[in-house]
């Protein structure tokens, strides 16, 4: 025994583990064949051995020796066989094991390799597989790589896509087709191809081209030509290999019928949206700037926004997201007013349902209405698109027949037709792609929508609802129809049956043909599985390295399948033939003795035998007794194949002797003429023999005939199409020519319309002409010749490719048979039924057109896109090519995405692109005929927009493309594109010139062309064109239009025409006579509102073209003969001088600037836009001046200013209201060149820019828009002189129309492309800056702008940027540094300079420091900011209140701004960003005011966070002006986001007012008028209806209402009732922010009304726990306003009513009553209790009282029914009672009872002294004559103490708020303030200012007692402060309004009390003749006014209490919350604050 034998025998007992790591390689190659023989051994899966040896083969098979691996792989082969799917587990190590060792060894290591990891994927490990390849591909080694494909390629393959997931491979490909080694990049495409057969090559396609190479791209296309197997797995997982049961069983069990298992191989349906990744789009479409322009006012932009979207969703699988707000937008795009963005918005929708698919489900159903609503449309692209993507969303599974239901039902109703038929056709769609189920379930649904549409009145619903119901009557039968069809009529019945029978019959052949498919399927199927035990390698898919796959055996099959996928690829309409199953053409062999048995008696058995002779004599006579037997046959037809077959076999074809051949031809050519139906079998029997006796001359003529007999018998194409093959093939060059010559004279027999002519044509190509004989060439030629005569000199396209000599052969014989077409007669006519139904549409349509939808790929249509202008021209030349291909003739489907492609490369940047697009387009639109007009959606017009082009060459190809298109569409389809492009201005004087040099040539070749009458009007204003070239080549044209136009239809033509335009053309039309007096009657309808005796003169004034004078007429004039017209001119301008210059009447300003499109960038004028104007002008201008204006001739243009010059100081209010028309006529004479006319326009201007200041007017935005961009544009004037007027021009503009709103303008003017423009711009900012600062303080961030032209290369910007920013220094310091952005350090550098230079010429000149003035401005800000901040807030109030209204003639806003400007300077130019910001706020444009808010924001939210610090303070005082800026921005905001702009300005300003009301200090500074214009607005915009359909709109009213609801919390409560209580009155109609819809006035107030009632619900409800933090007064003040102007008859009318307002006030009135109780009384200060007649609130608190008292719901202070009103009568019934006298000593008697009681003493002596004070001539004494001197004597003594205490400034402390303190105490103790008897009555109501005080039938609680302290500790409400300038403009006025000091004192000393309250009347009367802003609460009292108030208050109080004394001694103590209305009325006492009197 050797020592190894030793070894190994030893190795042995070692356990496995030790064995397979041996270091012996013998030892492991021993212990691997061991393991693999145990294994083999191994029948049961889960046998423990298995689990045992699974871990070890991770290091076996990485065995580094080559054998011992071998062996390795050959156990886990073994190991793998005997497992299960439990072994999985040790997959991923063991693949990874293989991958890194096993790929790169010998071919058979890499064999069994390959061996294991099938194994691995039926033991289902296919993930861990897949996971292996992807590592394996990325091997450096070229060589590993090539086996991993292979493997993938085999399990594909094999197992097939079910179990091999393709998208993982699909994902692996694209790194493998560039890869360096070409076995690789072979492998991978054969690997592509494996995929096509399972998946369908279009997913493959789609998702694979993209990333390859072109050229692997055209080898790839070439290759999967060969694919049309359809794949079917040929080996199972292990699982289904266990249950699978034996074959023989399984083919009992399946019987005739298909298996299921068959059906369950049937080829997997994969679908491409599961292969590819979810592309996010949401992200892309936000940056593409979507939203934005969605929004845009250009369609176009609309457009382009929506087709971004459309090109994002064509993705084939969308990643899921939020498309709600998308879909929204498309919702209102599907209805845009433009076709083009419906059309786009809709696809867009077609494109996100196929791509989201269920995950678009909700959307779909909310986009259905929309969808089904817009079939109304008519237009086709709009309707093809509908109908795609209504399919789409049904298709994707977005939508069900249950989702739909309601959507169709509502359709179904739709008045117009076209919606209701078109509906039906998508249910139609629905039910047809539906499955049984889902229609069985639903069609009780439909068929009564059906039914119901069987009854309509248009045919076509009717149509529609049939082809309904026969579709659902296909899927579930008729059964469950039955009884639903018992109420059709038969007729109808009848054709429903007919219906479904038709369609039933049509779906039972699609799927017999459906079976034979599959049936051939499975054999290919089978076929591939059997070769698949041969090892395949992907590369092996290549035709260059693979065998093609032979056809089945049987030769039957072979065509019946190339004709069937010739059908499928076609993808049209499949032929079905009578009989179900085709014919068989191919015969079958058959013996001699078969013959024989089968002919039987019919033909002697001596003839057969003769005919077998050797002796060709016998073999003659046989066949002339055959022929005789034949003849004699009675029934031939039963036997025709057998005869035929007899004649073939003996004697055959191969018969030597010629009279026999000619004898047998005969015997056939009876046959084929007598029997009925010949089979084409028979013809393939003879067809070879008898093409060979063909080149035979003696035998030819036979055989010719024969072939004809047979054509006539089965038709020309299958004989043309046999004998292709035949003579092409055949040895012997005369069976070709001869063949050819039986070809002519069977096209001459039959014609073309039997014949596939695109083969035969390509026969003649390829074989004819190519042969080498010249007799074949001949023959050819003269079967092209035959062609010609048929189908016309089309047929020349498909032969440009042919040899010149041959082209000019082929020209002489064209000549000889000129082209026929339908005239041309057949001869001969065929006789089998079936070949007359298959008529070729190729040959109906002469030349065939090639389909060539397959070649117009996605990637084709990608790279006509690409950025890469190579790969654009290459995909151009790529369309070109395909049109070769097709030899130009093409069909349309599938060229509308190609048009689409082509138009963008109109557009294109490179020129030479856009030529060879137009060469292109040219092409196609050759290549398809009249189908283009259809197919191209409208490419014409962007054809025809590029004659626009400067370059010659351009315009000269668009020309060739328009010929092109000439020739395949008729001119009449093209006149609407041109007409459009002729009006359009971008098209250039030259593109015009060529356009009508070229109409002018198309029309001279015709008769009679009635659409030319649609030229006419863009001819007729051409001819009136700035360039001669297009005048004279219009007139040509305009000449050519009148020859084919009849008259008829010029005049009809000619009615819109105007001006000059008409002039011409009445000139042109003079000669032709008759058409002058039809027209007549248009220039009448022209002249506008001119008066008709004018008019009379005016017919024979120059044509039309006036004349002033004796001046020479314009070179555009027709010159006339004589002096008389110009007599008749100036009689006719005499005619014309009574009336008025301007004519205004029907003027409608508004109309007119609401079409103005307000852009700050200058764009010429459209031609459109001029024939308005001229219209305009003849409308509102005297005929005499409307012609000098409109003339051509400068100098009558200048008359016409002249004219208008020397009237406008009288016209001012007229031009006012034409001053938009104006200006565009102004804008027109800027852009012409004209120096004389322009220089007096800027003459004019000046002139009237001073009138309309003299008249106060402010231009309008319009106005600015139409004029400020064209003066910007041409400041910039090449002449000086004319710079310098339009310098002055727009300095002269700022007095008329704001700076801050003109200054975009010119900042666009720093855009513009002339320099000199820039340079003026420059100049314009720094004006602005040193005049202006304050109004632009807010733009300054566009500094930026002019800091960036100090880097330009011009040294003249430079230079005037410098100055500008040096400007700006002067005024801003070194702050500018803030707004100039980045530069680099050269312009630091230069601007510093500048900036130094500066400084030091401000030195010299003594001007200060930079900065200095505003720096100074700051100081004085910070000693004084209140008063400035209250300043500039209150004065905007004041001017606002009288003079803002909504709809304002003069421009309101401009008249605020600039009384604004002086005295808001100080905060524009404030010391902090605080003031800047509110600045901005108040004069900024909404967008700029969005950075003055957010300052605010940081501000508050700084200053809430530190409540107790300085910051509060500071904005405390600042909240009202803060509140007051944000709520007049509310309205200004919104109505710019209306105009479609962003709702960001809106969003920020309700954001600011959101935080300034959070903080409850802010809300309640707030002063009570802000408070009402806030609340107004808000709620106005509320209930704005434009709000919703806003940006954002719903966010927005959200926002709205939050605001409203935190302003009704936080708020000063006092005001927001008083607010809310004023707003219950009706609206001014001019607060309203839009005009009234279609609601009237009344209606809208409605709503206003119950919004305001509804806040005061919310206010009121917490009324009970705020009673004591509202003042009473004031709120009881206002409803009583409210009531007493109602008055009492308005009351009760609304009572009956139930009018909410009304009742609201009740409900609070009932409140308040309610929670005081009696001492509601006390509360009725301000309201004048005792008016005449009774004020009608006491009468509701009366009531109240009674009515809550009787319910037990309050406690009274007094006997119920006790009243405290002085002129009660119920208590006071004498009337003496009322004079001031009694008054006087009520209250005198109840202040000596005071006195007299311990507690009251001192307050009573108190009031005692100031009554003596008040009436120092009334004896006191006389009223205490009764009183014991003791008394008298305290009472001395008393008012002695009172009147040393108020000279030392002491008052009791604890006196009651109902008496005040006295007026001398007002300033020199803070703690009281002035009485305020009058308050605001006066400025509020101008109702009657008698107040009374308070009742004093209440003591103060005992806390209250002594302690002055109390009256500080009471927390400041209402008004803090008085107004400074209020007071000063009352103070200036206060002789007019108020009574001076004398009068007071003559009126005191007047000494009766009857005569004081007279005075006091009349101080009453006075003082409310002064009807002041409603916020300035506090009234001051000037000179003696104050003592005539408190003398009334005090006679009232005084009669008061006499009244009251009975009761006294019952008043209830207060509680200490009852001091709430004490503390309002010393709060407003306090606010009364004023200078000493």
């Known amino acids: 025994m050797s020592e190894d034998e030793k070894l190994l025998k030893e190795a042995k007992k070692l356990p496995w583990e030790d064995r397979l790591t041996h270091k012996n390689w013998k030892v492991r190659n021993d212990a691997n064949i061991d393991l693999a ?13 298995l689990r045992e040896f699974g871990p070890f083969f991770k290091k076996a098979v990485a065995d580094s020796n080559a054998p011992v691996q071998e062996k390795a792989l050959d156990a886990l082969i073994a190991f793998l066989k005997a497992a299960d799917a439990d072994a999985g587990r040790y997959a991923k190590e063991v693949c990874d094991a293989v991958v890194a060792k096993c790929l790169t060894g010998r071919p058979k290591t890499v064999e069994k390799s390959q061996a294991v990891f099938m194994l691995w994927v039926e033991l289902e490990a296919v993930d861990v597989f897949l996971d292996a390849m992807e590592k394996a591909i990325k091997n450096k080694v070229a060589k590993a790589v090539v086996p991993a494909i292979d493997v993938m390629f085999q399990a594909l393959s094999e197992f097939g896509a079910k179990v091999v997931p393709p998208k993982r491979i699909l994902k692996m490909l694209p790194e493998l087709f560039d890869h360096q080694d070409q076995n690789v990049r072979a492998s991978s495409k054969g690997l592509t191809l494996e995929l096509c057969r399972w998946i369908g090559k279009d997913p493959v396609k789609s998702i694979l081209f993209e990333k390859m190479r072109d050229t692997m791209k055209k080898e790839l296309e070439a290759e999967l030509v060969n694919v049309t197997v359809t794949a079917r797995p040929s080996r199972k997982i292990r699982a289904e290999q266990d249950k699978e049961p034996e074959p023989e069983i399984a083919s009992e069990a399946a019987g005739p019928g298909p298996s299921e298992e068959s059906s369950a191989d ?197 149509d529609a609802a049939f082809s309904a119901l026969a579709a659902i009557a296909k899927l579930v039968g008729m059964r469950p129809l039955e009884r639903s069809l018992e109420k059709l009529d038969d007729v109808r019945r009848k054709k429903l049956a007919e219906m479904i029978g038709n369609s039933g019959g049509g ?158 031809i005969e015997v056939i050519n009876y ?230 492609a082509l138009r963008a490369r109109l557009y294109d940047s490179n020129k030479n692109l856009v030529m060879a697009t137009l060469t292109t387009v040219g092409g196609v639109a050759s290549a398809m005929g009249p189908a283009v007009e259809k197919s191209s959606k409208g490419i014409l017009s962007d054809i025809l927009k590029c004659l626009g082009d400067n370059k010659k060459h351009m315009r000269e190809c668009t020309l060739t493309t328009l010929d092109a298109w000439l020739a395949a569409v008729h001119l009449d389809k093209m006149v609407p594109y041109i007409a459009a492009a002729l009006t359009d201005a971008k098209l250039g004087a030259e593109g015009r010139k060529d356009l009508f040099d070229w109409l002018s040539k198309q029309l001279s070749g015709l008769n009679e062309f009635s659409d030319a009458g649609n030229l006419l009007k863009p001819a007729a204003y051409a001819m009136t064109d700035k360039s001669s070239d297009v005048r004279k080549a219009a007139e040509a044209c305009f000449a050519e239009i009148l020859k084919v136009c009849g008259q008829e239809i010029v005049s009809k033509n000619l009615r819109d025409l105007h001006g000059p335009a008409l002039a011409l053309v009445l000139e042109r039309l003079k000669p032709s006579g008759p058409f002058q007096d039809s027209f007549e009657s248009a220039k009448a309808i022209s002249t506008g509102p001119a008066s008709r005796s004018s008019l009379k003169v005016g017919k024979s004034v120059s044509n039309g073209i006036p004349k002033h004078g004796t001046r020479a007429p314009s070179s555009r004039a027709i010159s006339t003969k004589g002096t008389r017209p110009d007599a008749l001119i100036s009689a006719q301008d005499i005619a014309v001088q009574s009336q008025a210059l301007l004519n205004i009447k029907d003027s409608n300003k508004e109309d007119r600037e609401r079409m103005v499109v307000r852009r700050f960038k200058f764009e010429e004028l459209r031609i459109e836009q001029i024939q308005d104007l001229e219209t305009d002008l003849m409308k509102y201008l005297r005929e005499d001046l409307q012609r000098r204006l409109l003339s051509t001739d400068f100098k009558k243009q200048v008359d016409g200013l002249e004219m208008l010059q020397k009237a406008l100081p009288s016209i001012g209010k007229e031009i006012i209201e034409i001053l938009d028309i104006l200006l565009r006529w102004f804008v027109l004479r800027f852009c012409e060149s004209n120096t004389t006319c322009l220089l007096k326009v800027l003459e004019f201007l000046p002139e009237l820019f001073g009138t309309l200041r003299d008249e106060s007017y402010a231009l309008t935005e319009s106005e600015a828009a139409i004029f400020l961009p064209c003066l910007i544009e041409k400041s910039g004037h090449n002449i000086e002189k004319v710079r310098e007027k339009m310098r002055e021009l727009t300095k002269q503009i700022f007095h008329i129309y704001s700076a801050q709103k003109a200054f975009p303008y010119i900042l666009e003017g720093l855009r513009s492309k002339n320099n000199r423009t820039r340079i003026e ?144 300077l100080p905060s524009t130019n404030g010391p902090t960003d605080w003031n800047e910001a509110l600045d901005i706020i108040s004069f900024g444009s909404p967008e700029q005011s969005v950075e003055g808010m957010k300052v605010v924001c940081h501000e508050l939210a700084q200053a809430t966070s530190d409540p107790e610090g300085s910051a509060m303070d500071d904005i405390l005082k600042d909240a009202d002006r803060l509140v007051s800026c944000l709520a007049n921005k509310v309205a200004k905001t919104f109505d710019f986001s209306l105009t479609g702009a962003s709702s960001r300005s809106c969003k920020y300003v309700l954001n600011t007012l959101m935080q300034t009301f959070q903080n409850k200090k802010l809300a309640h500074a707030v002063k009570e008028s802000t408070l009402d214009s806030l609340i107004t607005e808000l709620l106005l915009w509320l209930l704005d209806e434009r709000v919703p359909h806003m940006d954002d709109g719903s966010q927005l009213l959200k926002a709205l209402n939050v605001l409203m609801l935190k302003i009704l919390d936080n708020a000063e409560r006092t005001a927001s009732f008083v607010v809310l209580i004023n707003l219950l009155r009706p609206l001014d109609a001019s607060r309203w922010p839009s005009p009234a819809s279609n609601e009237n006035f009344t209606a809208r107030n409605q709503k206003f009304s119950d919004l305001v009632v509804k806040c005061l619900i919310k206010l009121t409800k917490v009324l009970q726990s705020t009673i004591f933090d509202v003042d009473l007064d004031r709120i009881l003040q206002s409803i009583h306003v409210y009531l007493q102007e109602l008055g009492m008859e308005e009351i009760r009318r609304r009572a009956g009513a139930d009018d909410k307002p009304l009742r609201m006030v009740k409900t609070v009135l009932h409140e308040l009553v309610k929670l005081r109780g009696t001492a509601i009384k006390g509360h009725l200060s301000m309201v004048p209790i005792d008016m005449e007649p009774q004020p009608i609130i006491l009468a509701y608190i009366d009531l109240n009282l009674q009515t809550l008292a009787a319910a037990r719901m309050l406690t009274p202070s007094g006997p119920v029914g006790q009243t405290h009103w002085g002129d009660s009568g119920a208590n006071n019934p004498s009337p003496a009672t009322h004079s001031a006298d009694a008054q006087l000593k009520q209250e005198l008697a109840a202040i000596f009872k005071k006195i007299g009681d311990k507690q009251t003493c001192t307050i009573g002596l108190y009031e005692l002294y100031r009554i003596t004070q008040l009436y120092p001539k009334v004896d006191i004494f006389a009223q205490l004559q009764n009183a014991s001197e003791a008394f008298r004597t305290y009472i001395r003594d008393g008012l002695a103490q009172m009147e040393k205490n108020a000279a030392a400034g002491r008052t009791p402390s604890s006196l009651p708020m109902s008496t005040p303190p006295p007026s001398s105490l007002s300033l020199s103790s803070p703690k009281f303030a002035p009485l305020s008897p009058l308050h605001t009555n006066s400025l509020n109501d101008s109702k009657s200012l008698n107040v009374k005080a308070e009742p004093t039938n209440f003591n103060l609680p005992p806390s209250y007692g002594e302690d002055d302290r109390a009256l500080n500790a009471l927390p400041s409400r209402g008004l803090t402060s008085d107004h400074p300038e209020f007071r000063q403009h009352l103070g200036d006025q206060r002789n007019e309004r108020f009574p001076s000091g004398d009068d007071v004192a003559s009126a005191v000393t007047s000494g009766t009390l009857d005569a004081i309250r007279e005075r006091m009347k009349s101080i009453q009367l006075a003082t409310a003749g002064g009807n002041h802003d409603s916020g300035n609460r506090p009234l001051m009292y000037v000179n003696g006014g104050l003592s005539h108030g408190i003398a009334s208050q005090l006679t009232h109080a005084s009669d008061r209490a006499v009244a009251e004394n009975p009761v006294q001694g019952g008043v209830l103590p207060m509680d200490e919350k009852a001091l709430s209305g004490l503390q309002a009325r010393m709060e407003r006492l306090k606010s009364g604050t004023i200078e000493p009197l």
């Open 671 to 900: 046959i084929a003429s007598t029997a009925a139906k010949f089979p084409k079998k028979c013809v393939v029997l003879c067809l070879h023999g008898i093409s060979e006796r063909v080149a035979d001359i003696k035998t030819r003529a036979h055989a010719m005939k024969c072939l004809t007999t047979f054509s006539e018998a089965v038709g020309p194409e299958f004989i043309f199409e046999r004998l292709y093959k035949i003579v092409k093939e055949h040895k012997n060059p005369k069976v070709l020519s001869e063949g050819i010559l039986w070809m002519v004279s069977a096209v001459e027999d039959f014609g073309v319309s039997h014949l596939k002519l695109k083969d035969l044509i390509d026969f003649c190509k390829d074989t004819g002409l190519q042969s080498s004989a010249a007799a074949t060439r001949n023959a050819t030629i003269k079967l092209i010749g035959a062609l010609h005569k048929f189908v016309g000199p089309d047929i020349k396209g498909f032969l440009t490719d042919v040899k010149p000599a041959l082209l000019s052969a082929l020209d002489a014989e064209y000549e000889k048979n000129p082209y026929e077409g339908a005239s041309a007669v057949t001869k001969k006519t065929i006789r089998a039924s079936e070949s007359m139904s298959s008529v070729s549409a190729g040959g109906l349509d002469s030349l065939p057109r090639e389909d060539i939808s397959g070649k117009i790929t996605p990637v084709l249509l990608k790279s006509l896109e690409s950025p890469d202008w190579k790969v654009r021209l290459e995909s151009i030349e790529t369309v070109n090519k395909i049109l070769e291909e097709s030899n130009k003739r093409i069909q349309p489907t599938g060229t509308v995405e190609l048009f689409g």
């Open 507 to 664: 779906v039972t052949t699609g799927t017999s043909s459906g079976s034979v498919q599959t049936s051939m399927g499975n054999i290919s199927g089978h076929e591939s599985s059997d070769s698949s035990f041969v090892k395949k390698s992907a590369a092996s898919m290549l035709s260059g390295k693979k065998p093609v796959q032979a056809a089945p055996a049987n030769k039957k099959g072979g065509p019946v399948k190339s004709g069937g996928n010739k059908k499928s690829d076609g993808g049209g309409q499949i032929k079905v033939s009578k009989s179900v199953e085709p014919e068989d053409v191919e015969p079958a062999d058959m013996s001699l003795e078969e013959i024989e048995s089968r002919l039987g008696s019919l033909i002697q058995a001596d003839t057969i035998s003769q005919l077998k002779s050797t002796a060709w004599k016998e073999r003659l006579e046989a066949i002339g007794s055959l022929k005789q037997q034949v003849e004699g046959v009675q029934d031939l037809n039963q036997s025709v194949e057998i005869l035929i077959r007899l004649l073939c076999t003996v004697p055959g074809w191969n018969e030597k002797n010629v009279q026999v051949q000619q004898q047998v």
């Open 1321 to 1464: 711009s420059v100049d314009l900012v720094g004006f602005l800056i040193d005049h202006h600062g304050a109004e632009i303080g807010g733009q300054l961030k566009s500094l930026q702008v002019v800091a960036s032209l100090t880097a330009e290369r011009d040294g003249e910007i430079r230079k005037a940027a410098l100055n500008t920013l040096a400007t700006g220094y002067k005024i801003l310091g070194e702050d500018i540094w803030r707004y100039v952005g980045k530069l680099t350090d050269a312009q630091k550098s230069m601007l510093d300079d500048r900036f130094k230079w500066k400084a030091r010429e401000m030195d010299k000149r003594k001007e200060g420091k930079p900065g200095e003035a505003r720096a100074a401005l700051r100081r004085s800000v910070r000693e004084n900011g209140s008063e400035i901040a209250e300043q500039s807030g209150d004065v905007a109030r004041s001017i606002s209140g009288p003079i803002f209204t909504r709809e304002n003639y003069a421009h309101p806003e401009f008249h605020m701004e600039r009384h604004l400007m002086p005295r808001t």
């Open 266 to 462: 049937a080829p997997q349906e994969i679908d491409e949206y599961e292969l590819v990744d979810p592309v996010d789009i949401l992200t892309p479409l936000e940056k593409s700037g979507f939203w934005d322009g969605v929004k845009a006012t250009k369609w176009s932009e609309r457009k382009e926004a929506v087709a971004e979207l459309t090109k994002l969703a064509s993705t084939k699988r969308i990643a899921p997201g939020d498309f709600t707000e998308i879909c929204r937008t498309l919702k209102k795009l599907v209805t845009d007013v433009n076709i083009a963005v419906a059309v786009e918005a809709i696809q867009a929708i077609g494109n996100l349902a196929r791509g989201l698919r269920t995950h678009f489900s909700g959307s779909s159903r909310f986009l259905l209405p929309v969808l089904l609503e817009k079939l109304k449309e008519k237009k086709p692209t709009l309707a093809e698109s509908l109908t795609q993507t209504l399919q789409a969303m049904h298709k994707a599974g977005c939508l069900n027949l249950a989702d739909i239901v309601e959507d169709v039902k509502t359709a179904v109703k739709n008045k117009v037709p076209l919606v209701r038929s078109l509906t039906l056709n998508w249910v139609t769609f629905c039910i047809e792609t539906s499955n049984k189920a889902v229609v069985l379930k639903l069609h009780k649904d439909y068929v009564p929508i059906c039914m119901e549409c069987l009854n309509d009145g248009t045919p076509e619903v009717r």
């Open 37 to 49: 023989a145990v294994c083999d051994s191994i029948t049961d899966p889960k046998d423990p051995r």
